[in-house]
């Protein structure tokens, strides 16, 4: 165990909840906090222990929340804080942790500190936002500047979209000549931190287990390496570890080394332009974000991945960070699209998280992932949604109105309901043995149950090359090792290999359309379309 971790966090599987679109218990077409506390049961069954919910805080919902005005209190559209002390202490007494979202780096204009910060005299919260000194002053290149919306006569920087204006964290250097710029030491960066020390606090005294935290490495603005903003977060690691040991930080930064020096026990892999490995695995071939028009997935049933983007890219940064703590690989989540089901099978998806809950770290599920939802096309950008919104669709319950997500009628709806949903639905899943969600969930008690499956245990590659498959690594712990193999592609295909050691026992944990032959120290992996394996050696 690594020094200082909480130590739930090696069994941890994360699942993400978008509180708008899970489900809605009063009618009015939002998904509310009850509507998660009504769902623990489903939640229990599909086996994950902790719970992420985006933002749930007061906000105009610009950007579906992460525009906070008012961090210490629920978003009345979904409840009280009270429902959400609730769901916290039923989700603990089932053995479930919840995880709030932080967003630190910016607020909602319409928080009252943003208010007080724009007016023209001085007041507490003047130096609690990044402003210049004057409307009228250039540019700054790399920063974005709003000029005109104050009595103030600044302009002052937004971290996201205009409206998220940047609380002021400093600059990591300062430009002697623009005074505004000031350094972290000032005392207005000072306050700010301080404040964000209350607002984990806050939570975690109210029995959350630590924080997602949005753009967790946009703090300190000018700030190469990040290596000033490191030093805010190692601050707040240190103070937490001392008065929160079981609580976690969990980063959106998508750069593992950075994130864990800086202090996180966490980093999600976010794939794009710091991950590119990571998107050759679900989502290449020109769909989605990460558009890229000369690649394969790995995933993909035409077998023309290529595995060691991926394997290269994931072993350097196991190597970087496994002294610091873990990385985070994901289904997807509110701004990944599309869903990683898209163009995937049923039969592909499950070799998906037979991967996906075998890797070291702690594996994300996003809602609806797994039962297999897919990307609504075609949508009206939702609170700041763009491209995103078609991951947003409500959670798709049973085949009746409105997907058994609300009882509000169908206009009404945060989003409408995907049309896939008389087809993919938990009703649906749960009563077939061989559906997605309830492979998910054998996956998920396989995992819980074998330690060596976890974040912490070694992971080695035994077959991983360009243009062949199939994809064959191991996890080690003690005298058990573990061996995956990874037929994503429409051909057959046969892998033998030597063992180094005769196994005392050698048992098949999970296996889809392939077998293994042991014959001396001879492993014969028969790999048939679509399959996948899990095997147990015990020396
Ligand atoms: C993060 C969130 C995203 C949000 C942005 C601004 O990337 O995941 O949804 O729009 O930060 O807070
Ligand atoms: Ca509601």
Not at 364 to 380: C, K, P, Q, R, W
Request: aromatic share 12%; proline share 6%; with cysteine.
């Amino acid at each position: 165990m690594k020094k200082e971790m909480p130590s739930w966090l090696e069994s941890a599987i994360f699942y993400q909840i978008y509180p708008q679109s899970y489900n809605d218990t009063n009618g009015d077409g939002i998904g509310d906090i009850k509507g998660i506390h009504e769902k623990l049961d489903y939640i229990q069954q599909l086996g994950v222990n902790a719970i992420w919910i985006n933002p749930c805080f007061e906000s105009p919902f610009k950007d579906a929340g992460y525009d906070v005005s008012n961090y210490y209190k629920v978003a009345p559209r979904y409840g009280t804080n009270a429902d959400l002390e609730e769901l916290i202490k039923e989700s603990n007494s089932r053995g479930i942790r919840v995880i709030l979202d932080l967003v630190p780096g910016h607020t909602s204009m319409d928080h009252a500190w943003f208010q007080e910060s724009q007016k023209a005299e001085r007041n507490q919260y003047t130096d609690w936002y990044i402003w210049n000194d004057s409307v009228w002053a250039d540019q700054e290149p790399g920063l974005n500047i709003t000029r005109g919306y104050a009595e103030r006569n600044a302009s002052y920087i937004a971290n996201f979209f205009y409206f998220q204006p940047a609380l002021n964290y400093g600059f990591a250097h300062p430009d002697p000549d623009k005074p505004w710029q000031q350094p972290v030491s000032a005392p207005g960066p000072q306050a700010v931190i301080q404040e964000i020390k209350h607002i984990i606090a806050f939570w975690l005294e109210r029995g959350a287990s630590g924080f997602r935290v949005d753009m967790a490495s946009s703090l300190v603005k000018r700030d190469p390496g990040k290596i000033e903003t490191g030093k805010i977060w190692q601050d707040i690691r240190a103070w937490m570890s001392e008065h929160y040991p079981e609580a976690v930080l969990i980063a959106e930064w998508g750069v593992p080394a950075q994130a864990l020096q800086s202090g996180f026990h966490v980093d999600m892999l976010l794939g794009g332009y710091h991950n590119p490995g990571l998107t050759s695995l679900f989502r290449k071939r020109g769909i989605g974000m990460h558009r890229d028009p000369y690649g394969w997935s790995f995933f993909d049933e035409a077998g023309h991945g290529d595995i060691t983007q991926f394997v290269d890219e994931y072993t350097q940064q196991l190597e970087q960070t496994q002294a610091l703590g873990y990385m985070g690989i994901i289904t997807g989540n509110h701004d990944e699209h599309p869903r990683i089901a898209d163009g995937k099978s049923m039969e592909m998806m499950k070799l998906v998280y037979l991967f996906l809950l075998t890797m070291p770290g702690t594996p994300f599920i996003y809602y609806g992932d797994e039962i297999g939802m897919t990307y609504v096309h075609g949508l009206a950008s939702k609170e700041g949604g763009y491209e995103r919104t078609g991951v947003r669709t409500p959670m798709q319950w049973q085949d009746s109105l409105n997907a058994g997500f609300s009882t509000g009628s169908p206009e009404k709806l945060y989003l409408p309901v995907s049309e896939s949903y008389p087809a993919v639905n938990v009703a649906n899943q749960l009563a077939d043995p061989s559906s997605l969600f309830n492979t998910v969930r054998h996956l998920i008690s396989i995992r819980k149950s074998h330690p060596a499956l976890q974040a912490e245990s070694a992971f080695s590659v035994v077959h991983a090359q360009a243009g062949e498959l199939p994809f064959v690594y191991q996890r080690t712990r003690a005298d058990e090792t573990y061996l995956v193999a990874l037929n994503p592609s429409r051909n057959e295909v046969h892998y033998t290999f030597k063992l180094e050691h005769n196994p005392k026992e050698i048992s098949s944990l999970f296996a889809q359309n392939g077998a293994f032959r042991l014959v001396d120290n001879q492993m014969t992996l028969d790999l048939g379309l679509v399959s996948g394996l899990l095997v147990k050696l015990s020396s």
